[in-house]
C-alpha cells in the first residue's frame, strides 16, 4: 500500500507562482508513473502532467509552459512548479502513482490551489 500526501496548496494572485509536493509513503523509484491531476468546482477531475519512471513528462495544453513537474526519488516526492497561475487554475490538486500501468493505483487527499483574479 502507498500513501500519497499533497502540501504546498494556497491561495495566491494572478501571476504567482506556488510549487505542490507529493510525498509517497512507498518507493518513487518503483513507480511506472507519477502525476498530478486537478478538479474544479462543479468539473469532472482532470490530467494535469504525469512523469514517467524514466523522467518522460507530459502535459495538458492548459498548463503547458506554465507548469513543471519532476521528482526526487531519493525523497520519493514529486513536484509541480505552478507559474504565471490563472484563476482557471483554482482547483483541488490530486498526486497519484501507476505501478503497474493502465489506470492510477493510488490517489492523494488532494490540495486547494485559489487563485485571485
Known amino acids: 500500500q502507498v500513501k500519497l500526501v499533497e502540501s504546498g496548496g494556497g491561495l495566491v494572485q494572478a501571476g504567482g507562482s506556488l510549487r505542490l509536493s507529493c510525498a509517497a509513503s512507498?518507493?518513487?523509484?518503483?513507480?511506472?508513473?507519477m502525476g498530478w491531476h486537478r478538479q474544479a468546482p462543479g468539473k469532472q477531475r482532470e490530467w494535469v502532467s504525469h512523469i514517467s519512471s524514466g523522467g518522460s513528462t507530459a502535459y495538458a495544453r492548459s498548463v503547458t509552459g506554465r507548469f513543471t513537474i519532476s521528482r526526487d526519488n531519493a525523497k520519493n516526492t514529486v513536484y509541480l512548479q505552478m507559474n504565471s497561475l490563472k484563476p482557471e487554475d483554482t482547483a483541488v490538486y490530486y498526486c497519484?502513482?501507476?505501478?503497474?500501468?493502465?489506470?492510477?493505483?493510488?490517489w492523494g487527499q488532494g490540495t486547494q490551489v485559489t487563485v485571485s483574479s
Open positions: 497519484s502513482a501507476d505501478y503497474d500501468g493502465g489506470a492510477w493505483d493510488y
Open positions: 512507498g518507493s518513487t523509484v518503483s513507480a511506472r508513473a
